[in-house]
């Protein structure tokens, strides 16, 4: 299992288009991706979920991944995070 521990960069926070891209990326992985805010936890391969968690700018999410592709899906969704879903 690998655990990262990611913020959101960018202003807007996670709204439909990073929740979407969150899913999508999330759903190329075989690995089970999870993430978790304070006491929420969702499937991060669900838009529906990823846009309830509600993350604005600068919140910490910790990823759990956990499958035969986890380090893989960990640097990918860290890139995401890191070019802040390309929107600044």
């Not at 959101?8 to 996670?14: D, E, F, T």
């Not at 978790?36 to 509600?54: F, H, L, P």
Request: glycine share 6%.
């Amino acid at each position: 299992m690998v655990e990262k521990i990611l913020t959101v960069q960018n202003r807007a926070g996670i709204h439909a288009r990073p929740a979407a891209i969150i899913a999508q990326t999330s759903n190329k992985f075989e690995s089970e991706i999870i993430i978790k805010s304070e006491d929420i936890e969702v499937n991060a391969k669900s838009i529906m979920g990823v846009i309830a968690m509600g993350a604005g700018y600068n919140t910490q999410l910790t990823f759990s991944i956990e499958g035969p592709d986890e380090s893989e899906a960990a640097s990918v969704l860290e890139d995401l995070f890191n070019s802040k879903f390309e929107e600044e």
